[in-house]
């Protein structure tokens, strides 16, 4: 049997780049020849992973840094099926299904550039987002053509303070060109 051997994944921005792997040979039923295990662990994860495949020339840095960046686009569709109901669709006519996606991709993205702009929650993900910034309570007041949004006193307010907002539109579009403006108590 061989032994657990720790091997380096070459990405920068990888949180965990020396998992410990252990790699052997076995055979599935129903499947003719051999095929190439690999058991991964302290990768982040609570449980060991598991890697099968039929490439036994590429090195085993490649195979599991392949799979990692597999995962992440699981983990992003993930997201999008849990936060965004992505498995709830409208409607199961085709061009309401597209919209759906569309209209999914278009607000993880949105929460993307917020976590963007947010220091400390760069990496962050939408329901993380949503729960310390957009989820809550707040006062709207419209008067005068302003729509002023007040922000309750809240842990995060600084982090939302230190956004550049003058980059926002001043007028919004949908209510008659209307002046916005945010403050924070």
């Known amino acids: 049997m061989t032994p657990w051997k720790r091997i380096h994944i070459p990405h920068p921005k990888r949180k965990f780049p020396n998992p410990l792997v252990h790699e052997s040979m076995i055979s599935l039923r129903n499947y003719k020849g051999t095929l190439r295990q690999a058991v991964m662990r302290n990768n982040g994860r609570e449980k060991p992973a598991f890697l099968v495949t039929n490439d036994f020339d590429m090195p085993l840095e490649l195979i599991v840094g392949n799979y990692a960046r597999r995962w992440r686009v699981e983990d992003g569709i993930a997201e999008a099926v849990k936060f965004f109901h992505l498995n709830a669709l409208s409607s199961p006519i085709l061009v309401k299904v597209h919209f ?41 007041i419209v008067k005068d053509r302003i729509v002023n949004v007040i ?14 907002w003058d980059d926002l539109p001043c007028t919004l579009p949908g209510l008659s060109r209307a002046k916005l403006g945010l403050s924070f108590q």
């Open 100 to 140: 759906d996606v569309v209209m999914t991709m278009v607000a993880d993205t949105l929460y993307t550039m917020l976590a963007h702009k947010l220091r400390g929650f760069e990496d962050c993900d939408a329901p993380k987002i949503y729960r310390h910034f957009v989820r809550g309570k707040g006062t709207i």
């Open 151 to 164: 922000y309750p006193r809240r842990a995060h307010n600084p982090i939302l303070r230190a956004v550049p």
